[in-house]
């Protein structure tokens, strides 16, 4: 396992996610400093989102975890939003609040991609863990059980990261609809609001690509060691 073939394409999708994950950061630092016509905060914009969906029970707080730590919390039914998105009235603000509402929307109507996600977190989340172990123990060894297992594993985890591309992609798409419907944002602003979205999903792109690109090379070094 010194050099495989396989790693250029690795590498070349490990730039792509450090380029996605730059242009996340500067697409956002660009249009927070773009006020919204609308002169509305993030935390005002996804209340009314909610609201117009009927998700009267679903809260909106303040994240402490810092920057870009925007989320929804499917356990607790709350929507998080980091201090410059809460409070706020930018078009990235807007844009990311939307975004977050969108998973709560989709929570709500029990996409089934959501749902397929969830399924798979907690075999995803133990294969992301372990999987690395069990594969170099297994090739250290020469053992093809543990390798087996570990690609079993790691393919769950793979798996997880395809589904939720789909759910990244509809939020941001139901964000940009909501937006533009409600009026919070104009023609001219929805450049804006593509860019900072656009970019996250990139980088969610980028990581499945990462993780896909890795099963595929301990796939083919299980597979040629056998021969
Ligand atoms: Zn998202």
Avoid: C
């Avoid at 940009?176 to 929805?190: C, H, P, Q």
């Avoid at 804006?192 to 690109?213: C, E, F, H, K, P």
């Amino acid at each position: 396992m010194i050099f495989h073939e396989m790693d250029i394409f690795i590498f070349i999708a490990f730039g792509v996610a450090m380029w996605a994950q730059s242009k996340v950061q500067s697409n956002f630092e660009r249009y927070a400093k773009v006020g919204a016509k609308a002169q509305v905060t993030g935390l005002q914009v996804a209340r009314k989102l909610l609201d117009e969906h009927g998700l009267y029970d679903v809260k909106v707080e303040l994240s402490k975890r810092g920057s870009l730590s925007d989320h929804y919390d499917p356990l607790k039914r709350v929507v998080r939003l980091s201090q410059p998105v809460y409070s706020r009235a930018s078009v990235a603000s807007l844009s990311i609040a939307a975004h977050e509402v969108g998973h709560a929307i989709q929570h709500a109507e029990g996409y089934a991609m959501l749902k397929f996600r969830s399924l798979l977190f907690p075999a995803a989340n133990l294969g992301s863990r372990s999987a690395p172990i069990l594969l170099i123990l297994g090739f250290v060894m020469k053992f093809s059980p543990l390798i087996g297992i570990g690609i079993g594993l790691f393919s769950v985890a793979v798996l997880f990261q395809l589904a939720t591309l789909p759910v990244e992609f509809d939020a941001s798409n139901r964000a940009k609809k909501e937006l533009y419907r409600l009026g919070f944002v104009s023609e001219t602003e929805r450049t804006g609001v593509n860019r900072v979205l656009n970019a996250a999903a990139l980088t969610y792109v980028a990581s499945a690509a990462i993780a896909a690109l890795q099963l595929l090379k301990f796939v083919m070094i299980f597979a040629g060691g056998r021969d």
